[in-house]
């Protein structure tokens, strides 16, 4: 295998879901890593040049296609937290939003997503551990997992849950289920992505993993 590995990340016309996005441009970065192999140095470079993308689509809604190794995805947040087959919505996004109950404006730091079906599973969205499973007034029963490169996820206004501090957990695990639990006004999940502390906005991570793999299987069919 050449010691460089090219990582192609594109920026096209897309549909996510029931909201449309316009993209604008392509870039290009190569990773050259040191011992020539996949390995964990290679796959933090390959996670900073995707955290580094977000930061631009965060002010444009941007989306990221990767060419790369699906396997590289599996430690970071990289799928939605609802199956895209069970007729999911976005009821608010992330950013500056007037808050449904208070009516206060304020900064939303995830995405709410609903679903037209009456009952609905709620997936991790990468490899991880759970380190978090709690009740609070305002954000109902959540949970938090812990992933690698100091990436983390949250899961807010559950039903109920179906894992356990310390368990862990693969990427598309059940976790729980979609509730009205906390302060809201109907059933969703409120999902929260952080990096290093940092809140992220979710969006371009939400298909990142389907994308790659597609791009993998395009070009092995050529």
Same mark, same amino acid.
């Given at each position: 295998m050449q010691n460089t590995i090219k990582l192609i990340i594109a920026i096209t016309v897309s549909t996510?879901?029931?909201?449309?996005?316009?993209?604008?441009? #392509?870039?290009?970065?190569?990773?050259?890593?040191?011992?020539?192999?996949?390995?964990?140095?290679? %796959?933090?470079?390959?996670?900073?040049?995707?955290?580094?993308?977000?930061?631009?689509?965060?002010?444009?809604?941007? !989306?990221?296609?990767?060419?790369?190794?699906? #396997?590289?995805? !599996?430690?970071?947040?990289?799928?939605?937290?609802?199956?895209?087959?069970?007729?999911?919505?976005?009821?608010?996004?992330?950013?500056? %939003?007037?808050?449904?109950?208070?009516?206060? %404006?304020?900064?939303?730091?995830?995405?709410?997503?609903?679903?037209?079906?009456?009952?609905?599973?709620?997936?991790?969205?990468?490899?991880?551990?759970?380190?978090n499973v709690s009740f609070s007034n305002s954000a109902g029963i959540f949970l938090q997992i812990d992933h690698i490169a100091g990436y983390s996820t949250t899961y807010m206004h559950l039903a109920g849950v179906d894992v356990s501090i310390g368990e862990r957990v693969i990427i598309g695990q059940t976790i729980g289920w979609m509730g009205a639990s906390g302060r809201v006004t109907a059933k969703h999940v409120h999902y929260e992505i952080k990096k290093k502390g940092k809140v992220l906005n979710p969006l371009p991570y939400l298909d990142l993993y389907y994308r790659c793999n597609q791009t993998n299987l395009s070009e092995k069919a050529h």
């Open positions: 996510l879901y029931l909201t449309d996005y316009t993209f604008a441009e #392509t870039r290009k970065h190569v990773c050259e890593p040191d011992s020539g192999r996949h390995g964990m140095a290679n %796959r933090i470079d390959l996670m900073e040049i995707i955290e580094s993308m977000n930061e631009k689509s965060i002010e444009e809604n941007y !989306r990221l296609i990767a060419k790369i190794d699906s #396997t590289v995805l !599996r430690g970071i947040p990289s799928i939605s937290p609802i199956s895209p087959t069970s007729k999911p919505y976005f009821t608010s996004l992330f950013g500056q %939003r007037v808050h449904p109950i208070t009516g206060k %404006r304020k900064q939303h730091y995830g995405i709410d997503i609903a679903s037209e079906l009456s009952f609905q599973y709620v997936h991790s969205t990468a490899d991880g551990v759970v380190t």
